[in-house]
């Protein structure tokens, strides 16, 4: 790439090997570098659009790509994404909005995936606090000596973690479980996880 303010030329010596060196002349400009690198009928109802990257305007360019389809009698669409690095995620999510359904969109419809993922992080949350306050009391306990009376106390909080643990992980087994049924379902039916 040869930068440099527009408009200005630039004076390139090239070397081939049958012939030797030469100079050229060009200049300067923009070049736009377009996302869909080909667009066509595949058959007689079947389009075919190449998207290289999801650049800036990639969405627009997709969309006249898909009305010029249209026009040519298009009722199916091969999208060739192969080879494709990725790029700018707000042009992806135009882009998918395309083929989404508009039931897929709505939130509304995902309470229940929000609601298990906010249950998962809730008891998370509880687990690890408790699980803190009770190897602090035993920490506390432990610096205290080593007489009977503190061993008895020691092994009541570690009976009391083991008990809060096997709890808490049950619990927190049983939010996961029923969160990954409620996902299972939605992709069965056709849905984007979490929209």
Known sequence: MLT????????????????????LMV?????????ILYSGMASENIGYIRLARFSDGCSNE???AIKN???????????????????????SIKISSFFLPDRA?????????????????????VLVFGIQRHVAGIAALAA???????AQELAVQLNRLLAYLLAGGAFLCAVLAAMTYGILERIDQGFAVFG
């Open 4 to 23: 440099g303010p527009h408009g200005t030329k630039v004076k390139l010596q090239i070397h081939r090997p049958s012939g030797g060196y030469f100079e």
């Open 69 to 91: 389809l249209k026009n040519k009698s298009m009722k199916s669409l091969i999208l060739d994404l192969r080879d494709n690095p990725g790029g700018l995620l707000l042009e």
């Open 105 to 125: 969109l709505r939130s509304t419809e995902f309470l229940g995936v929000h609601l298990g993922v906010s249950a998962v992080f809730l008891a998370l949350g």
């Open 27 to 35: 200049e300067r400009d923009r070049i736009e570098v377009k996302a």
């Open 144 to 150: 205290r000596g080593h007489d009977a009376e503190t």
């Open 62 to 64: 997709l969309r006249a």
